[in-house]
Nanobody, 114 residues
Framework: QVHLVESGGGLVQPGGSLRLSCVAD??????GDWAWHRQAPDKQRERV?????????TYIGSVKGRFTISTDDNRNAVYLQMDNLKPDDTGVYYC????????WGQGTQVTVSL
């Protein structure tokens, strides 16, 4: 069973940056997709970014040009660089490995506020 551990959330002012990390506790053998999702208060969880095995990344429109998803060389970790953060980016962020199993991190809170 794969476990994912997230870190990097916090409180930041509008226009600031945060970098989220998510590390798997086992070798994922470079298979599967990685994604980041978020859930704002009173809203459904949405996928904000996904990166495939070939490194191709896709984003929802509201974060394009501001967020960057990446992995380490072994694809056992995924990162989300978030720049020019806005209050609407507030929520709990979850990493997600879509491989032999659909595995989720524990979530990390991101709050964008003055």
């Amino acid at each position: 069973q794969v476990h994912l551990v997230e870190s990097g959330g916090g409180l930041v002012q509008p226009g600031g940056s945060l970098r989220l990390s998510c590390v798997a506790d086992t070798d994922l053998r470079r298979i599967g997709d990685w994604a980041w999702h978020r859930q704002a208060p009173d809203k459904q969880r949405e996928r904000v970014a996904l990166i495939g095995p070939d490194g191709t990344a896709t984003y929802i429109g509201s974060v394009k040009g501001r967020f960057t998803i990446s992995t380490d060389d072994n694809r056992n970790a995924v990162y989300l660089q978030m720049d020019n953060l806005k209050p609407d980016d507030t929520g709990v962020y979850y990493c997600n490995w879509i491989g032999a199993m659909n595995t989720w991190g524990q979530g990390t809170q991101v709050t964008v506020s003055l």
